[in-house]
């Protein structure tokens, strides 16, 4: 019994000498990255441990080639499985966000927005406040003021440069 496993140690040492470098070229091939096949590959040899009572000389190399193949089955099946699993939560996870201070900083703006519409001539700060506020268009505007479309235009040209400038100054 004990010559039996002898030989079966003798074999599998005698396979790894032999086959590693081939075994490890198979995989490596088929996965692309050198680290993970390595890693493969001592598997293979750890997995053929457990068939030592059937190997033989004649057989060893193609039980390697099936584990070696079975284990880079199972390792792209698990690869692509992660890779459908982690392009679903970057889809469908919320991405955590503070509402309390977007709030606060949203607030901020409109209230030095207001500050520095109150510093504008009347007649943009009324134009700017109805497209601005009230979403209302320059015709719109333009027929509710009694004045023409191009100076209402102009206007909010005017007020809306001056409130990039404003808030360019500001951040």
């Known amino acids: 019994m004990e010559t039996t496993a002898y030989t079966s140690d003798n074999i599998i040492t005698r396979s790894y000498e032999e086959y590693h470098q081939v075994i490890l070229n198979y995989i490596t091939y088929r996965i692309a990255h050198r680290y993970e096949a390595e890693d493969l590959t001592q598997d293979v040899f ?20 099936t584990i ?3 284990l880079v089955t199972d390792y792209i099946r698990r690869y692509y499985k992660k890779q459908e699993i982690d392009s679903y939560l970057y889809d469908f996870t919320v991405t955590s966000s503070n509402d309390t201070e977007e709030k606060i900083i949203a607030d901020d703006l409109m209230a030095m927005e207001r500050t520095r519409l109150a510093a504008m001539p009347e007649q943009r ?5 109805l497209n601005r506020f009230e979403d209302k268009s320059s015709p719109e505007i333009a027929s509710e003021l009694e004045l023409s479309c191009r100076t209402v235009e102009n206007h909010l040209f ?5 409130m990039r400038d404003f ?3 500001c951040i």
Do not use: C, H, S, W
């Open 158 to 162: 005017l007020g809306r440069r001056d």
């Open 46 to 65: 750890v997995r053929l441990m457990d068939y030592k009572q059937m190997l033989r000389p004649d057989t060893v190399k193609y039980f390697l080639f």
């Open 68 to 70: 070696a193949r079975n």
């Open 167 to 169: 808030f360019r100054n």
């Open 125 to 129: 700060r009324l134009i700017y406040t």
